[in-house]
């Protein structure tokens, strides 16, 4: 049961917001934000997810939807690689356990198929931390921003957001974006629909409350492909 649940690893690598240029017009530079694509792999059983090999310290399976790539798992060590119908590393990382539950942990990178990195940084227990950077298929960089660890709203939970500098780059490698994120807790109101037991008469509530949001503040510049300032913006002043 424990092998079970260890090969249960999909590992949440599309657990949080990545902010990632998609187009290179400043104006709207930062209406682009993806999640990093999703890891193929959540283990039902041995011949579901068709072992392919294994030896002392690792086994390989079909990556689950997608039969083109192939999963490696190590239990020893805790770490998990996912590889491409080339045989090429495209991403992997460690992770741990938490009762059940298996979290990414330490630095995971993901590739492409030509092996240059396109996205790395650092997990805590399934949570984005530090800083992150993503890359061009040509290998420059593309953006680096930053999350921290924050206490969320009264349940006191610790939650991952971006916060801190952000840069964006053109594939020249000239700067596209610079500015800055914090991490706020902004009040969101949720509908529920709530049915009478006895009548089955339908009623709304609203329910308050608050979560975290990474949020533009101070003085954003962007710049042209040739390098040259073409606007600044200024967005929320943190009172102090």
Excluded at 199 to 225: M, Q
Aim: glycine content about 8%; proline content about 3%.
């Amino acid at each position: 049961m424990k092998r079970q649940l260890l090969l249960f690893v999909l590992l949440f690598f599309s657990c949080r917001t990545i902010a990632q240029i998609a187009a290179p017009s400043v104006t709207s530079v930062l209406s682009y934000f993806v999640l990093p694509p999703e890891i193929h792999f959540d283990f039902s059983s041995e011949e579901d997810n068709r072992l392919i090999r294994e030896n002392d310290t690792l086994k390989y399976y079909v990556a689950s939807g997608d039969s083109t790539n192939v999963v490696s798992i190590n239990e020893e060590a805790s770490y998990y690689k996912l590889f491409n119908r080339a045989h090429k590393l495209i991403a992997d990382g460690p992770f741990v356990t938490d009762g059940d539950k298996y979290l990414q942990d330490g630095k995971w990178t993901e590739r492409y198929d030509n092996g240059k990195i396109k996205l790395t940084g650092s997990y805590l227990k399934g949570q984005q931390i530090g800083t992150w950077q993503s890359f061009y298929p040509n290998g420059k960089m593309q953006t680096v921003y930053n999350f921290g660890i924050f206490m969320e709203g009264s349940t006191g939970d610790l939650r991952s957001c971006m916060s801190g500098s952000y840069q964006a780059y053109y594939q020249s490698g000239k700067a596209m974006v610079e500015g800055f994120f914090a991490a706020l807790l902004l009040p969101v109101d949720d509908t529920i629909k709530i049915t009478d037991p006895v009548t089955d008469a339908l009623s709304y509530k609203v329910s308050k409350h608050s979560v975290l949001s990474p949020t533009r503040v101070g003085n954003w510049e962007f710049y042209s492909e040739t390098g040259e300032l073409v606007k600044e913006e200024e967005f929320l002043e943190l009172h102090k």
